[in-house]
Nanobody, 125 residues
Framework: QVQLVESGGGVVQAGGSLRLSCAVS????????MGWLRQAPGKEREFVAA????????FYSQSAQGRFIITRENVKKMVYLQMNELKPDDTAVYYC??????????????????WGQGTQVTVSS
């Protein structure tokens, strides 16, 4: 049974940083893309960042590019999202997810098949 458990959310002032962690069990991390997606109040869930299968690169939303960094440790079965220069617009529930979709679909929310429960990130102005 696949389990994804996020941690590291919290309240931070604008301009600050947070590091989210995702503990993965029930799958071989080396065979999956791992991603972070988020959902702000009243908005649809959106793609933030992905670490594709080893050797296939990383992908970011336009909003995350240059501020967020996704990393993974396959042996430890951990995925991380380092978030810097946080803005109030980054306030959302952040979800860790896994997928085996073709790279062309990696930014599509519906292509992520297993999800964690989410962790709340609140950025105050």
């Amino acid at each position: 049974q696949v389990q994804l458990v996020e941690s590291g959310g919290g309240v931070v002032q604008a301009g600050g940083s947070l590091r989210l962690s995702c503990a993965v069990s029930g799958l071989n991390l080396g065979n999956y893309h791992m991603g972070w997606l988020r959902q702000a109040p009243g908005k649809e869930r959106e793609f933030v960042a992905a670490s594709a299968r080893p050797g296939s690169g990383t992908f970011y939303s336009q909003s995350a590019q240059g501020r967020f960094i996704i990393t993974r440790e396959n042996v430890k079965k951990m995925v991380y999202l380092q978030m810097n220069e946080l803005k109030p617009d980054d306030t959302a529930v952040y979800y860790c997810a896994s997928s085996t979709v073709a790279l062309s679909g990696i930014r599509r929310v519906e292509m992520w098949t297993a999800w964690g429960q989410g962790t709340q990130v609140t950025v105050s102005s």
